[in-house]
Antibody, heavy 118, light 110 residues
Framework: QVQLVESGGGVVQPGRSLRLSCAAS????????MHWIRQAPGKGLEWVTF????????FYTDSVKGRFTISRDNSKNTLSLQMDNLRAEDTAVYYC???????????WGQGTPVTVSS | QSVLTQPPSASGTPGQRVTISCSGS????????VYWYQKLPGTAPKLLIY???QRPSGVPDRFSGSKSGTSASLAISGLRSEDEADYYC???????????FGGGTKLTVL
């Protein structure tokens, strides 16, 4: 069965870095674009970034451009999010999700919480 | 404030039909597909509707989606207590080159 398992969340001080990972199984990882989507406490869903299936294309929401970097290793079925210069407003639960064109985000991980606080 | 606009709340009694609207623009809803997600506290979002009105396998036919111009709607018929959740619309925005979510609608089953 399809599984997406995030890890790497935690508490970090403003300005520091954190690296999230998403381990994928149960499907052909290299076929799917992969996304990071977050939900801040008491707020709605916010799309953060996605990478195309072959890693050649990467897109970011404006608030994280220049600070976050998405990457994938299709040989290890792993998605990563390097988050640098973290801010308090980056505090959220971070979900990884997959999609094919026009199918929507059909599978999501359980999420990993990130808290940016001094 | 979200680019995709949803009402913050909606409510209905068991068995009723409720609709949730999602308003966008020509660069998102008006030029592409709309997706709907259900979010329960402490759980991952669940895809309810894709390509405006298609249901993934396993989603009851009580859930339906529609789109007209730059707006879309999610309808839930035969409302049940387990439908109480937050609902989000989503669309790709070609101008922003990114995915958008609406602000979410909290559905209460009275």
């Amino acid at each position: 069965q399809v599984q997406l398992v995030e890890s790497g969340g935690g508490v970090v001080q403003p300005g520091r870095s954190l690296r999230l990972s998403c381990a994928a199984s149960g499907f052909t990882f290299s076929t799917y674009a992969m996304h990071w989507i977050r939900q801040a406490p008491g707020k709605g869903l916010e799309w953060v970034t996605f990478v195309t299936n072959d890693g050649s294309g990467k897109f970011y929401t404006d608030s994280v451009k220049g600070r976050f970097t998405i990457s994938r290793d299709n040989s290890k079925n792993t998605l990563s999010l390097q988050m640098d210069n973290l801010r308090a407003e980056d505090t959220a639960v971070y979900y990884c999700a997959r999609d094919l064109p026009n199918t929507g985000f059909d599978y999501w991980g359980q999420g990993t919480p990130v808290t940016v606080s001094s | 404030q979200s680019v995709l606009t949803q009402p913050p709340s909606a409510s209905g009694t068991p068995g009723q039909r409720v609709t949730i609207s999602c308003s966008g623009s020509s660069s998102n809803i008006g030029s592409g597909y709309v997706y709907w997600y259900q979010k329960l506290p402490g759980t991952a979002p669940k895809l309810l509707i894709y390509k405006n009105n298609q249901r993934p396998s396993g989603v009851p036919d009580r859930f339906s989606g529609s789109k007209s111009g730059t707006s879309a709607s999610l309808a839930i018929s035969g409302l049940r207590s387990e439908d109480e959740a937050d609902y989000y619309c989503s669309a790709w925005d070609g101008s922003l080159t990114g995915w958008l979510f609406g602000g979410g609608t909290k559905l209460t089953v009275l």
